[in-house]
């Protein structure tokens, strides 16, 4: 609780504070609470930011849904043997620096990268593409770097179920298909949930992989925040926008958790 | 014309066979038991009629029609799992209803199918408990109205009483044995608890490391066992080891004289007989076989005295005695039976 109150609830309220118009906490405190840095919000580019982030965000998620259900699944149901070596493959990437994963992603799609090299030398293209700096990277970084916090929890959900639930099913006249809507599915709806979740809520703040694979056009709300604090010096601004994204995601994983226990609960 | 039939199936894992060239047929209405110990291909068999599992080889039958392809979704058989596997996600009703709505039966149908079966397995009103709710003899019920709700030509059983404790297990085995009559659908049980088998089938498949041992009714293989492994495998017995020259007298070195009994070829064999088919006392007289004894020692168990005789010099026989026959330790006495309560199991290679 101590570490919390220094570490979490300290900063944070310091952060509301700023967002309302306090200046300086330590020397000469004032505080004009105005709502002036949350009006400006809908004047700036901030929206435009969002909209993009949340967008972002919202495609990693479901690509990361859509790889890491089968994945997870091959690998907690019918890889026998291989299971351990195959979730080792999964934890590997990290072994390794988040920011190192992302430069080594710019080597391969970088101008020079491996994939321009290799097709230029295949002479399948006489052009170097450009793969970087635009949302496409930045929608692949995502991907990559968060593909494993999905596997993570659906791995987990998968082998807790019971092979013979799906033989129950199908003994009781469901194909492969209706046995997994009816059985696989709602019972992994847990798995989905906390994967969503841990992918959606880094990757909607995310500033390192738009920074190092995007373009200005791919510019995220974690950018947004951390120009205005360390280039801009706009603290109040910074503040504002910051407790507009906590608020959103707070309310977008409200609803989304909603959802997800009635769908457990209607999944028949 | 058999219900399910199995001729000359195989299934393998590996370098394991699993199920080794059985054959076998189930009539319909019948109960009908795979007895045998744990990992003898009894659930293997039974999963193959399921059609969890494929045959490697040989041929299973649904009635007229060759099975051995058809998934088990397409299947009317109906299975009760040995852990249940009751979805934990669904209420009692849609676990019972699951098949139902796999099927498209209307709503209507659906409530009525379904509070009937909950009806048929004692547990009316239980329909909006959730399966974690359920005390293990209720989820059982579960297990069975859920298989049965789709009326199932074949219903399928895999040791379902095996995790309750032998109270409820034995009221469960009346109330299968009850359902069974009351729907007349034809029922596989898999078991190895020989009593359960006795109590409540009409026939029994005895399996030993993924062989057919013997295939009878409850009281043929409980009294003509055709093989040790029977003999042994469904309650307590003695065996003897001699041959046949003469007929219907079988000579065993470890007795004074030959035993008569009701077998007419000629060959080495192994004489079995039940120790509560064996009388013992000092003035015994008119049986078929007597022989002079002597009492080893003796144990007290309620119903009946487990008593060791020896007979002649190097045989000790176990006997079910009556409590009110008089015992003494190293005491002389006699010990006698009648030629239809042995068997002599002929040896293979004789």
Redesign the interface.
């Known amino acids: 609780m101590v570490y919390l109150a220094i570490f979490f609830f300290a900063p944070f309220a310091i952060v509301v504070l700023y967002s309302f118009g306090m200046i300086d906490i330590l020397r000469q405190f004032r505080f004009e609470a105005t709502l002036r840095y949350y009006v400006d919000f809908f004047t700036s580019v901030a929206p435009q930011v969002f909209g993009r982030s949340l967008l972002l965000a919202f495609a990693t998620t479901a690509a990361c849904l859509l790889l890491g259900y089968p994945m997870s699944y091959y690998i907690a149901v019918k890889s026998g043997r291989r299971k351990e070596t195959l979730m080792l493959l999964v934890i590997i990437p990290f072994w390794v620096s988040f920011l190192l994963r992302t430069y080594a992603l710019m080597t391969i799609l970088d101008v020079n990268g491996i994939i321009n090299v290799t097709l230029l030398s295949l002479g399948l293209i006489s052009q170097p593409l450009n793969l970087m700096y635009n949302m496409q990277a930045v929608l692949l970084g995502l991907i990559y770097n968060y593909l494993p916090f999905m596997i993570l929890p659906l791995y987990a959900s998968m082998e807790k179920l019971?092979q013979?639930?799906l033989?129950?099913?199908?003994?009781?006249?469901?194909?492969p298909t209706?046995?997994f809507l009816?059985?696989t599915l709602?019972?992994t709806m847990s798995g989905i949930g906390a994967g969503s979740i841990l992918v959606f809520v880094p990757a909607v703040g995310e500033f390192i992989i738009p920074q190092l694979l995007g373009g200005t056009e791919s510019f995220m709300i974690g950018n947004l925040v951390w120009t205005l604090f360390l280039k801009a010096r706009n603290l109040w601004f910074g503040s504002a926008v910051s407790i507009i994204l906590i608020a959103l995601v707070i309310l977008i994983i409200g609803l989304y958790m909603k959802y997800i226990t009635k769908g457990?609960?209607m999944?028949? | 014309m058999f219900e399910v039939e199995l001729i000359d199936v195989v299934k393998r894992f590996g370098a394991v066979t699993a199920v080794d060239h059985v054959s076998l047929g189930v009539r319909k209405n019948e109960f009908y038991s795979f007895l045998g110990p744990s990992g003898c291909g009894k659930t293997t068999t039974l999963r193959i009629i399921?059609?969890?599992e494929e045959p490697d080889e040989g041929t299973l039958k649904l009635g007229d029609t060759v099975a051995n392809d058809i998934?088990?979704?397409k299947?009317n058989?109906?299975?009760v799992?040995q852990?249940l596997?009751?979805?934990?996600?669904?209420s009692v009703f849609?676990n019972i209803a699951?098949?139902l709505?796999?099927?498209k039966v209307g709503k209507d149908e659906i409530r009525k199918k379904v509070d009937r079966s909950l009806e048929l397995v004692g547990l009316p009103d239980f329909g909006n408990r959730r399966i974690n709710q359920l005390s293990g003899g209720q989820q059982q019920r579960v297990g069975i109205a859920?298989?049965m709700v789709?009326e199932p030509e074949v219903l399928l059983l895999d040791e379902p009483l095996g995790p309750l404790d032998l109270k409820i297990r034995q009221v469960m085995q009346l109330e299968l044995k009850r359902i069974q009559k009351q729907v007349g659908t034809t029922f596989i049980y898999v078991t190895h608890d020989q009593g359960e088998a006795l109590t409540m089938s009409d026939n029994i498949a005895v399996i030993n490391v993924g062989r057919v041992e013997q295939i009878g009714t409850p009281r043929e293989i409980y009294d003509r066992p055709k093989t040790q492994f029977v003999a042994n495998f469904i309650g307590e017995t003695n065996f003897l080891d001699g041959d046949l020259r003469v007929p219907a007298e079988f000579e065993c070195k470890s007795l004074p004289h030959a035993v008569s009994v009701e077998e007419e070829w000629l060959g080495e064999g192994v004489l079995s007989i039940r120790p509560e088919r064996v009388s013992i006392g000092p003035d015994l007289k008119g049986l078929d076989n007597l022989f002079d004894a002597r009492v080893e020692d003796f144990v007290y168990q309620g119903s009946h005295v487990s008593v060791s005789a020896r007979v002649g010099d190097n045989l000790t026989m176990k006997i079910r005695a009556n409590p009110t026959v008089p015992l003494k330790i190293g005491e002389k006495t006699r010990i006698g039976w009648n030629k239809t309560d042995a068997t002599v199991i002929k040896l293979e290679n004789s």
């Open positions: 019971d013979s639930l033989e129950a099913a199908g003994s009781l006249g469901a194909g209706r046995a009816h059985v709602p019972l457990e609960e999944a028949i | 399921a059609g969890f998934p088990p979704y299947r058989v109906g299975m799992f852990h596997a009751l979805f934990p996600h669904m849609d699951f098949g709505k796999m099927a859920r298989a789709k």
